[in-house]
Nanobody, 129 residues
Framework: QMQLRESGGGLVQPGESLKLSCEYSGSAGSQYTMAWFRQASGKEREFVAFIMWPGSRTDYAGPVKGRFTISRDSARRTLYLQMNRLEPEDTAVYYC??????????????????????WGQGTQVTVSS
């Protein structure tokens, strides 16, 4: 069993940066996938980025590629999402999630919320001038 808690959301202007954190407790085993998803008002939850363990392989959704960076600090038991050059379209509630499986890069389950076992409560990010 794992518990996840996001923090770091807030209100920023377009072009600014934010860094989200997700502190986790418990264990998903020796191989797993950690991810960020987001859900804008009135829309379905969508994949943002994942990082796999072992190996730290990452992948990103097209709209955030080159602007967002996912990383993990195992000593601090924290998952991060560095978000640069934020756009109004990035406004959403951001969730961290963990799967007990280490997916391969072509496995579609890694990109969908059904592929994850544990979720945080979310943190709001609003990008507006």
């Amino acid at each position: 069993q794992m518990q996840l808690r996001e923090s770091g959301g807030g209100l920023v202007q377009p072009g600014e940066s934010l860094k989200l954190s997700c502190e986790y407790s418990g264990s998903a085993g020796s191989q797993y996938t950690m991810a960020w998803f987001r859900q804008a008002s009135g829309k379905e939850r969508e994949f943002v980025a994942f990082i796999m363990w072992p190996g730290s392989r990452t992948d990103y959704a097209g709209p955030v590629k080159g602007r967002f960076t996912i990383s993990r600090d195992s000593a601090r038991r924290t998952l991060y999402l560095q978000m640069n050059r934020l756009e109004p379209e990035d406004t959403a509630v951001y969730y961290c999630a963990v799967s007990k499986r280490r997916y391969i890069i072509t496995d579609r389950r890694a990109y969908g919320e059904d592929g994850y076992d544990y979720w945080g409560q979310g943190t709001q990010v609003t990008v507006s001038s």
